[in-house]
């Protein structure tokens, strides 16, 4: 057993996991900006992590669950990694939004790996904390997401994926 999991199994620590299991709730925000701006694509993968995450910090200590959660977290940050180099490549997006979410996107990376390390060697409950504002920052990034006019749920762009993405 890593001396990660060790602390996270820790019953003294097992109080503080509800304080993510309500911030894991923040996806809520950006599931429903995705519906007022009629983009399911950005639902889809917002309403996705807001499922696994609750599911998981819910239940914090069920491996079945920790395991979707962070396996499906991993495979759609770095689906939107390849979504932002594709509209990169495009050249036809604004510079400076591209550039506010790669911000975000490297920002959750820091954010995430600070708070793996100081969970792990020091504090508990600033780790625990930093991953609160991982929360915040990835919802942030989906709300941001939805001002690109990028479907990114499709890996090809063709005529059939412009239905999943309704513009104004």
């Known amino acids: 057993m890593s001396r990660y999991e060790q602390k996270f ?25 995705s ?56 050249f036809k997006y604004d510079s400076l939004l591209l550039f506010w979410c790669f911000g975000l996107l490297l920002t959750v990376v820091a954010l995430y790996m600070t708070e793996l390390f100081i969970f792990t060697y020091w504090n508990t409950r600033k780790g ?3 991953h609160m504002l991982v929360h915040i920052y990835t919802m942030a990034g989906f709300v941001s997401c939805l001002l690109l006019e990028h479907n990114f749920v499709s890996i090809k762009n063709n005529k059939y994926n412009d239905r999943l993405c309704i513009h104004r």
């Open 9 to 33: 199994k820790h019953r003294k620590h097992q109080e503080d996991w509800n304080y993510l299991y309500y911030s894991s709730h923040v996806f809520i925000l950006s599931s429903l900006a």
């Open 35 to 90: 519906i007022l701006y009629q983009r399911l694509d950005i639902f889809f993968l917002s309403s996705s992590i807001l499922l696994t995450s609750i599911l998981r910090w819910g239940e914090p200590l069920h491996k079945g669950y920790t395991f979707v959660d962070r396996n499906w977290v991993k495979v759609v940050f770095f689906h939107l990694i390849y979504s932002f180099v594709t509209c990169c490549l495009q």
């Open 128 to 130: 625990i904390a930093l």
